[in-house]
């Protein structure tokens, strides 16, 4: 499918919710329903050192740009490719002597490119930008407040021939920012690296159970020319069969939490009430907080969950640190308070067996990481959308784990089902399903020697795990 071909999507009015975008036909699951180019898109602050300004790649040794010494690039290549995007950055950078927060190098441009484009930036674009909901009237005075120092921030900033802007109308483009912006990551989805607005994609509404799932594809940028560089761009994908004249949704916010927490965050953050299906009829919010078979008491269950997260504060303090044996004692402590108290869907079970699960790893003790990265996947399974990206990735985390650990047939297994599910949700040209392909081959491969001959197999792996500890 075309970049930006909106054949399978239709603008309607969604009723109390707006406008949202519907299937202009039947749409099958995994089929990428429409795909976009960002309309602007920044790097965060603080890794603006690390990740390419223009296709958002995290890399090692990047390129600065010579005049503003601000923007980094993985070449020439992506430099010329992103001048045209840069080009009034860069002089308003070297101008003001730094560059400004990502809130202001979105917003600039954003109006730059709006300049540029009067209207529409393609054919496809259903609305232009600056009609796109800003909230400003519904924010909290904090926020407010917030938003008028980043709009006095910008004029400053902000260069563009004579033309002005009213303090209203940038007012209007920093809400549109607040309330549309999309968080992209890097070509291993593993990291949050910027922020970006698409259009047609702020039009579909949000649905805690949804019917589409929203993934950013880099492109492939390995061609010479800048000019053969496939744009980055964000691909809404079905996440099922989807009849024609049925709206698409997606998810704002993960679904592992409780509904009254879920509807908290979408309140605060995109100022509405969410009426979704699962919200009004709480949709396993027993079992996000259950407790174990034996049935504890209501304070048994009461003092573990509190007890729970203290140690998670615990925990994250331990993280900043870079201790993990104390990470590890932590979690390891707050599991045994856990056992028996906490079902293994209950959040703070799942978070103590996903934290669990990552340290043994980072620490190499991988046979004990896969049985709380085991228990976790199970948990998951209970609650996530069967093809849900957040799955997908923790059943290839531990069907990775279980590899490591020597469990070559349930790692294997576990590998093809993180497969399947990426294959909907990301689609078999993304980066990380072609590294879970890789994998797939080599776990394959290594499952059929096993059974050959468990002997050899064990010996070659004990082999190959010598080689890599003598290494580090």
């Given at each position: 499918m075309t970049v930006g071909n909106m054949e399978s999507a239709q603008l309607f009015d969604a009723g109390d919710k707006g406008r949202g975008l519907r299937a202009a036909k039947e749409l099958n699951t995994g089929e990428?329903?429409?795909?976009?180019?960002?309309?602007?898109?920044?790097?965060?602050?603080?890794?603006?050192?690390?990740?390419?300004?223009?296709?958002?790649?995290?890399?090692?040794?990047?390129?600065?740009?010579?005049?503003?010494?601000?923007?980094?690039?993985?070449?020439?290549?992506?430099?010329?490719?992103?001048?045209?995007?840069?080009?009034?950055?860069?002089?308003?950078?070297?101008?003001?002597?730094?560059?400004?927060?990502?809130?202001?190098?979105?917003?600039?441009?954003?109006?730059?490119?709006?300049?540029?484009?009067t209207g529409l930036a393609s054919d496809s674009?259903?609305?232009?930008?600056?009609?796109?909901?800003?909230?400003?009237?519904?924010?909290s005075k904090e926020d407010l407040d917030k938003l008028n120092a980043d709009v006095q921030t910008f004029l400053k900033y902000w260069s563009y021939g004579r033309k002005q802007h009213s303090v209203d109308y940038i007012s209007h483009l920093f809400g549109i920012i607040k309330c549309n912006g999309f968080t992209l990551s890097d070509q291993r989805g593993l990291q949050a690296v910027g922020v970006g607005l698409f259009p047609n994609l702020c039009l579909v509404n949000h649905d805690c159970w949804p019917n589409c799932t929203v993934i950013l594809n880099h492109g492939n940028q390995s061609a010479l020319s800048s000019a053969l560089h496939s744009q980055r761009r964000v691909e809404l994908r079905a996440l099922r069969t989807i009849a024609e004249g049925e709206e698409?949704?997606?998810?704002?916010?993960?679904?592992?939490?409780?509904?009254?927490?879920?509807?908290?965050?979408?309140?605060?953050?995109?100022?509405?009430?969410?009426?979704?299906?699962?919200?009004?009829?709480?949709?396993?919010?027993?079992?996000?907080?259950?407790?174990?078979?034996?049935?504890?008491?209501?304070?048994?269950?009461?003092?573990?969950?509190?007890?729970?997260?203290?140690?998670?504060?615990?925990?994250?303090?331990?993280?900043?640190?870079?201790?993990?044996?104390?990470?590890?004692?932590?979690?390891?402590?707050?599991?045994?308070?856990?056992?028996?108290?906490?079902?293994?869907?209950?959040?703070?079970?799942?978070?103590?067996?996903?934290?669990?699960g990552e340290v043994l790893s980072y620490l190499k003790s991988f046979s004990e990481a896969a049985?709380?990265?085991?228990?976790?996947?199970?948990?998951?399974?209970?609650?996530?959308?069967?093809?849900?990206?957040?799955?997908?990735?923790?059943?290839?985390?531990?069907?990775?784990?279980?590899?490591?650990?020597?469990?070559?047939?349930?790692?294997?297994?576990?590998?093809?089902?993180?497969?399947?599910?990426?294959?909907?949700?990301?689609?078999?040209n993304h980066a990380i399903t072609r590294d879970l392909e890789a994998m797939r081959m080599q776990t394959e491969m290594e499952l059929k020697m096993f059974k050959d001959n468990k002997h050899e197999y064990n010996a070659m792996r004990d082999a190959a795990l010598m080689n890599e500890s003598k290494g580090l």
């Open positions: 990428v329903i429409f795909s976009e180019a960002s309309f602007s898109a920044v790097v965060f602050d603080s890794l603006s050192t690390q990740v390419c300004h223009s296709c958002f790649r995290h890399q090692a040794q990047l390129h600065r740009c010579a005049q503003c010494k601000f923007a980094h690039y993985c070449d020439r290549t992506c430099q010329t490719a992103c001048w045209d995007e840069h080009k009034q950055e860069c002089g308003a950078i070297k101008k003001s002597g730094k560059a400004p927060s990502e809130n202001i190098r979105l917003a600039a441009r954003l109006l730059w490119r709006i300049h540029k484009v674009q259903m609305v232009s930008v600056d009609q796109l909901q800003d909230h400003v009237a519904d924010l698409l949704t997606v998810s704002y916010v993960d679904y592992l939490s409780k509904s009254a927490d879920r509807q908290k965050k979408l309140k605060e953050h995109f100022h509405f009430d969410c009426t979704c299906e699962h919200c009004r009829q709480h949709t396993n919010d027993d079992l996000m907080t259950a407790g174990a078979g034996s049935k504890p008491s209501a304070d048994a269950l009461k003092e573990v969950t509190a007890r729970s997260e203290e140690f998670l504060e615990k925990i994250e303090t331990s993280r900043v640190n870079g201790d993990y044996h104390q990470m590890l004692k932590l979690c390891l402590e707050c599991l045994e308070k856990q056992e028996n108290v906490l079902a293994d869907t209950n959040l703070h079970k799942l978070r103590m067996l996903s934290v669990a049985v709380y990265a085991h228990r976790m996947v199970e948990g998951y399974k209970k609650l996530y959308h069967p093809n849900n990206a957040q799955l997908g990735m923790a059943i290839m985390r531990a069907g990775i784990t279980h590899w490591h650990a020597g469990q070559i047939e349930t790692g294997h297994g576990m590998i093809c089902k993180a497969y399947g599910i990426l294959m909907v949700t990301h689609g078999p």
